[in-house]
Every structure is written in structure tokens, then in C-alpha cells.
């Protein structure tokens, strides 16, 4: 099998602290507002297949359940030799301290799977193997994976990846996956990147922070949703922060709104939801930004999205009666 690595992403600045506890991308995709609820993502386990973690930042420290490596090294040494798999774990779960960052679900757990070395590099053997190692792990009272978060990705379609993915779904397991940042801004040109492009997971796209498609952001016709992607804020190995860009980014912001819905929902309907419910739910919770399907798919990533359009009209509605009236 030929080898996969990180998707082309932008590192845009690197910070000794960070001022700033709610990236900008965890508050225009609404998290706060289940916070506020007490849905913070207790209870639900995320697998990250990336480059690792620092479990020692102390954003992180305490939201790691477990983990494993699938390069070379030590079975159980699933530490970050990169930063990419650290920034991504952060935007999923970063602690709600009121220092730093936080992530969409500040509660969850993540296991920590290593599947891309300190070049970013890796085989599609590893993820295949990570897959089916977070599909069947159990936490020590009997967690589950429910959502599995992919920011990385390769030109090649490997059937046995294929296989190992339609198995995870078919176990209600959501897999989450970068689009790829092989955009040419045209949303008329197809531009596919695996395991993004299956149609069984769910493939992210990425706008700015004015609700913009990203340039870099790929466009075909199994975009699912987007999210926040440029200059994101997140944690960084040795008690550090980044401004990454990238669908890498967006990634992780679906990853643990998945997990945040997951939450409430099985507590609402008092039963574990099939992944097509998942799919359903999180479909629910999107807007248009007037982008193509192509380009957004189902739209932009908004937690009780309909609520939050309805406050933004009367919202705007009463400013326009102030500067009117």
C-alpha cells in the first residue's frame, strides 16, 4: 500500500499563551450555547488519528482516556513528535479553565491514536489498523468510540481503508475527515482526497472567519459540511498555542460537535443512536452561507442552528428599528 500523511496545511504563527478562551471558530459554530445547557460532551469517547498528542499540556492532561501508536516506536508512546495531532486535539477538547483555549466539547475524552510519524507521514496499513483498534476498544467502564476524527489524507483509494471505514459506520461509529486543501477556488472542479471523499464518512470543508469558502478548501460532490478553518487557535506541544489553516482544522470542530449531539441527544431519547441518526442530527444543526453544495454541502457547521438564526434575525431586527425609529 502506498503511504499517507497530513494534508497541506498552514502553520501561521506559534504563542507562549494564549489570551483568547474561545477561538473564534468554537464561538461561530455556537458551542457556547450547549455549554450553557451543561452539554459539554461528558461521556462520549473521540478517536484522533493524527501525529500524537502532549498529553502533558494542560489543556489536554485530563482529557485523554488512552491510546496507541501505529509507527514505529513503542506500542504504547502515542506522544506528538509533530504538533498537528495536538492542535487538533485541542479544537476537539481542550479544558474549559478559563485560561488558554477551550474546544467544542470541553468534557470529552480522546483516545489517542499515532498513526502519522514526526514528517507527517504514514501508511495506510496504520490507519486501517487504528481504525479497527478504536472501533473495538473499551475504556476501563465500558466506553466506546463513538466518533472518529481523520486530518489527513492521500490521492489513492485503498479499498481495504474503504472496507475498515464502511465496518466503523456500520458499528455507529461517525469518522470524520479533512476534505483536502487541493482547492483551486473554483467550485466547478473536483478535488478529492481519501478516506475524505467516501461517501460513508462525513468530509469537511473549510470557510474563514467571515464565512468564506477558504481558498485552499476542496470542492466535489461528497463536501458533507464546512466549518471554521483559517487561522484556528488551538493547543500546541510544550504548553504552547498555534494559528494553524487548513480543512485539518475544520476537522476537529465537527469531530466534537459530533460528540456534543451525541450527548444530548441519547440522553433526550434514553438510547444509543444508529450513525445514520448521528448524520442526521449534525445535518440538522447547519446553514447555508450561499456557497454551492459543492462548495459547503449542507452548509456551515451551527449548533441549534435554527434557534441561533431566529435570535440573529430578531437581533437584527430591533437594530434596524433603533436606527429607523
Not at 103 to 113: D, F
Not at 180 to 188: A, I, L, M, P, V
Not at 298 to 318: E, M, P, R, W, Y
Request: contains cysteine.
Amino acid at each position: 500500500m502506498s503511504e499517507v500523511c497530513l494534508i497541506p496545511f498552514v502553520l501561521e504563527e506559534v504563542m507562549e499563551s494564549a489570551r483568547e478562551e474561545v477561538p473564534y471558530g468554537i464561538d461561530m459554530i455556537n458551542a457556547p450555547s450547549f455549554w450553557k445547557e451543561g452539554e459539554m460532551g461528558e461521556g462520549v469517547v473521540v478517536a484522533v488519528l493524527d501525529t500524537g498528542c502532549d498529553i502533558n499540556h494542560p489543556e489536554l492532561k485530563n482529557r485523554v482516556i488512552g491510546g496507541r501508536n501505529f509507527v514505529s516506536g513503542k506500542p504504547d508512546d502515542y506522544s506528538d513528535a509533530h504538533y498537528h495531532g495536538t492542535h487538533v486535539a485541542g479544537t476537539i477538547a481542550a479544558t474549559l479553565n478559563y485560561a488558554g483555549v477551550a474546544g467544542v466539547a470541553p468534557n470529552v475524552k480522546l483516545l489517542i491514536c499515532r498513526v502519522l510519524g514526526k514528517n507527517g507521514g504514514g501508511t495506510y496499513q496504520g490507519i486501517i489498523d487504528a481504525i479497527k483498534f478504536a472501533v473495538d476498544w473499551r475504556g476501563p467502564a465500558g466506553e466506546q468510540v463513538r466518533v472518529i476524527s481523520m486530518s489527513l489524507g492521500g490521492p489513492s483509494d485503498v479499498k481495504e481503508l474503504h472496507n475498515a471505514i464502511q465496518e466503523a459506520v456500520a458499528k455507529d461509529v461517525m469518522v470524520v475527515c479533512a476534505a483536502g486543501n487541493e482547492g483551486d477556488s473554483q467550485d466547478t472542479t473536483n478535488e478529492y482526497a481519501y478516506p475524505g471523499a467516501y461517501k460513508e464518512v462525513v468530509q469537511v470543508g473549510a470557510v474563514d472567519s467571515q464565512r468564506k469558502l477558504a481558498s485552499f478548501s476542496n470542492t466535489n460532490d461528497e463536501i458533507d459540511l464546512v466549518a471554521p478553518g483559517v487561522d484556528v487557535l488551538s493547543t500546541y506541544p510544550g504548553r504552547k498555542y498555534a494559528k494553524l489553516s487548513g480543512t485539518s482544522m475544520a476537522t476537529p470542530h465537527v469531530s466534537g460537535a459530533a460528540a456534543l449531539l451525541v450527548a444530548r441527544e441519547e440522553r433526550l431519547f434514553g438510547r444509543r443512536l444508529s450513525e445514520a441518526e448521528m448524520y442526521a442530527q449534525l445535518v440538522k444543526n447547519t446553514m447555508s452561507v450561499g456557497l454551492s453544495k459543492r462548495a459547503e454541502g449542507n452548509g456551515l457547521l451551527v449548533l441549534d442552528a435554527q434557534s441561533k438564526l431566529s435570535c440573529d434575525t430578531a437581533a437584527d431586527s430591533g437594530a434596524t428599528a433603533l436606527v429607523t425609529g
